[in-house]
C-alpha cells in the first residue's frame, strides 16, 4: 500500500560538501535538488502529504553565514518552483513559526502558501523554522486558551481538540519517515504524528537521494506489517 504521508529528514549535504571538497552552501544547493525530484514523483505517484524538514529550530545555532545561504535557498526555492507546482495542482503548507525568517524567506514563503491554498493535488509540507517541542508546547497553550476563554470544557478535551492546533491540523499522521545521511534520530521531527510511523533510515546522503531511492523506501514501507498495538492479522 502507499503510503498517505511521507516525511523526510533531508540530512547529509554539510557531509556531501565535505566529501566532494566544496563549500556547505553548494550541498545544500544539491540538496534542493533532490527536493525538487521527490516532490515531483511523490505529486506523480499520488502521495496525499509530503512533509520535508528544511530549517529546524536546533539550525538557528550554525553559523551565520550557513544560515544565511540556507534562508536564500529557501527564498529561491519559493520564487523558482511556484509555477511548476502551482501547474501541478500542490498545495503548499509551512510547518513552523516562518515570523522568525529573514523577510525574502518569509515573504516568498507566505505567498506560496497562499498561491497553492485551494489546489486538491498534493499536500506539501515544508518544515522551516520547526520543531516538534515547540509545535505540542503552542498546541497545548492554544488550547488552554480556549479553555480559559469558555470554548473549550478542560477536562473533556479530546485528541482531536489538540490536534487541531497543530501544524498538520486535518492531515493524516505520517505513515512513513524517511531519514537519508546515516543518523538514526528524529531530531525533535513531527514527533506527535510520528507515534505509529514506519521509519527508514538509509546512509545515502541527501544531495545523492533519488527517485530510486524513494521508491526502495515506499517498496520497504509495504512490506512492513503495522500492529498499531494489536494482534497481528
Ligand atoms: C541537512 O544537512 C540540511 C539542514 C539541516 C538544513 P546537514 O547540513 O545537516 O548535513 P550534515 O548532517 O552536516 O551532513
Ligand atoms: C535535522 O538535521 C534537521 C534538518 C534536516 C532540517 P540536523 O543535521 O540538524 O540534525 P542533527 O543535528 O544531526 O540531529
Ligand atoms: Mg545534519
Redesign the pocket.
Known sequence: MLPRHVAV???GNGRWARKHAVGVALGHRRGVEALREIVRYSSDAGIQVLSL????T??WSRPQAEVGALMRLVEDFFVSEIEELDEKQVSIRILGEIGALPDGARKAAAAAVERTRDNGGLQLNIALNYGARDEILRAAKRLAQEAAGGFLHAAEATREDFERHLYTASQPDVDLLIRPGG?R?L?N?LLYQCAYAELVFTDKLWPDFTAEDFKEALKAFDSRERRFGGREA
Open positions: 529528514i533531508m540530512d524538514y528544511a530549517f529546524s536546533e539550525n543518523e534520530r531530531s521531527f
